[in-house]
């Protein structure tokens, strides 16, 4: 029998053909409020940073004639000077002036059909891959007689997380000669806290192939029953966005084959073609999509508990070993690694260190979230 041999040598791809490319991302709705659009460039994947696109004059013109200029605020993200919403009866135009002087814009773009998201609702379920877990679904309908709806979702959710190990003393260090450590009051803000995390991925859903205009029990989201994420209140905001048949279209091709955090800076197989275009040569070729949209939204609340009244909750995301260190336990102090649980005591089978300890996750929740109590926060 021949013996295996692994490959040992790195490989290093090298992309010779690779052209950076203009990416644009930018969404107006009908709500009235400061709009926001993003300019970047394409990266190759060994790149670890996304290269965003800075000075750049952008703004958004009206077929009424008014202009709405955006400033750059952070580093390729420009937000419109005023608020503004988007009209049913106008049409909008992105126009974009980079540091170069190269010319930007897209076809004229008008709000679709009005769609309502009716409900958002939590459901403990088995998904198609056999896993238990918590369904986020939602129900959404178009007036009757109009065309086929077409939507994208997008979602902010947000969960409590409590310090399984959190105690109401803590150690310090005092840099004496040599140093030494005193146990002090701890602070109560780092008990419990809240984390809050944006989707990353493309969610679309049509009425296209339904019988009525109703889109019905559309998985948003699926979060497995052992994710520590649900293990005592979660929330979560729906943002149900009403889509062109052009929009949705390249959508639904873009999500085919991106599977990055950053769905259009993607390095892809071929060229997307969107609705925007140089306007100094035809050759050029720019990513990404201008896009007017409807919005309606809705956050629900649930807790473990409602769901999994008898069960124990799910893993914590540190096992939360006990310890007792001797040898760099200064350090650990200092630098905040561990975090106190008790004193050492004859017998308890630890270690020789005076203090029981553990990871600093498993006693300080600020590691995860923020301890600030979110404004829509309802127990």
Request: glycine share 6%.
């Amino acid at each position: 029998m021949l013996p295996n041999y692994g490959c040992i040598e790195e490989f290093n791809a090298e992309f010779i053909d690779f052209e950076s490319t203009l990416v644009i991302e930018a969404t107006i709705t009908d709500e009235f409020k400061p709009q926001e659009v993003l300019l970047s460039r394409t990266y190759r994947i060994q790149d670890e940073e996304i290269e965003m696109e800075s000075g750049a004059t952008v703004s958004v013109i009206s077929s009424d004639g008014q202009e709405f200029p955006f400033q750059e605020q952070d580093q390729g993200t420009y937000v419109s000077n005023t608020s503004f919403a988007a009209l049913p009866q106008l049409t909008y135009q992105l126009a974009v002036e980079t540091q170069d002087g190269k010319s930007y814009s897209s076809t004229a773009m008008g709000l679709p059909e009005v769609a309502k998201l009716d409900s958002v609702y939590a459901k403990r379920f088995t998904n198609d891959l056999g896993e238990d877990g918590m369904g986020i679904f939602v129900n959404a309908s178009v007036a009757a007689g109009t065309a086929s709806g077409f939507y994208r979702y997008e979602y902010e959710e947000t969960y409590k997380i409590i310090a399984p190990f959190w105690d109401p003393v803590e150690l310090e260090v005092v840099e004496s000669t040599p140093p030494n450590i005193i146990k002090v009051p701890r602070s109560l803000d780092e008990r419990i806290c809240y984390a809050t995390f944006d989707s990353n991925r493309i969610i679309l859903a049509d009425t296209e192939d339904l019988d009525g205009d109703n889109a019905e029990n559309i998985l948003v989201r699926f979060i497995p029953s052992n994710d520590y994420i649900i293990s005592h209140r979660y929330s979560i905001l729906v943002r149900q966005y009403s889509l062109s048949i052009q929009a949705h279209a390249f959508f639904e091709t873009l999500n085919e084959f991106s599977t990055n955090e950053s769905l259009f800076s993607e390095s892809q197989p071929g060229f997307l073609e969107g609705n925007v275009f140089s306007e100094n040569s035809s050759n050029e070729k720019v990513l990404g999509y201008f896009d007017v949209v409807n919005v309606d939204e809705k956050r629900i609340f649930f807790n473990y508990s409602d769901f999994y009244p008898m069960e124990d909750l799910p893993p914590y995301v540190d096992p939360c070993q006990f310890n007792t260190p001797t040898i760099g336990l200064i350090d650990l102090v200092r630098w905040d690694w561990v975090k106190y649980i008790d004193d050492n005591y004859i017998g308890s089978g630890l270690g020789s260190g005076p203090y029981i300890t553990v990871p600093q996750v498993c006693g300080d929740c600020t590691v995860l979230g923020t301890s600030e109590v979110p404004d829509f926060w309802i127990e």
